[in-house]
């Protein structure tokens, strides 16, 4: 039995099936799922205090509009209320925050897109190691970020 796509697309539309991004997963590894399951063990079994030394960081980008905002309709309905209008160049920025317990540093903004050279300027201006540092009595805590390349290059995990 043959079938073109073409058909299966059409059958995929009369059940209401629309095409669209897929989601997201990262991809590990065995040995990350090593990693990760020996680094939970190891954390749950080990003293209260740990997580009192954990500081999440992250970014996030603010803009004055719709970014990237997908709808569901009905093929050929063109309603006003399925409209967005957007500017071309968006008014943007970028935030990034950390926090952990007892340890909130004030939030920076950057004016464009981070990359590794921003994002270490942004470490120098707000002297954030050398808070953590005093907040937390020594170099013992633990600075959690997650993969973005600007947080993974060499010039940053040497800082």
């Not at 947080?151 to 995990?157: D, P, Q, R, S």
Request: glycine share 4%; net charge negative; aromatic share 18%.
């Amino acid at each position: 039995l043959t079938i073109s796509t073409g058909k299966i697309s059409e059958i995929l539309n009369d059940n209401h099936f629309f095409y669209g991004h897929q989601i997201k997963v990262q991809k590990l590894k065995d040995y990350h799922i090593i990693e990760r399951y020996n680094f939970s063990i190891e954390t749950l079994n080990s003293e209260e205090s740990f997580f009192d030394n954990i500081i999440f960081t992250d970014e996030c980008k603010f803009q004055n509009g719709p970014d990237s905002q997908m709808i569901y309709r009905k093929k050929g309905n063109y309603s006003e209320n399925f409209f967005a209008e957007f500017e071309k160049f968006p008014i943007s920025v970028m935030a990034w925050g950390a926090i952990g317990i007892n340890f909130k540093p004030d939030l920076y903004f950057y004016d464009d897109s981070v990359n590794t050279t921003t994002y270490l300027e942004m470490f120098e201006k707000t002297h954030f190691f050398q808070n953590a540092q005093h907040e937390f009595k020594s170099w013992k805590f633990f600075f959690e970020q997650d993969g973005a390349k600007m947080h993974t290059k060499n010039e940053v995990l040497n800082k």
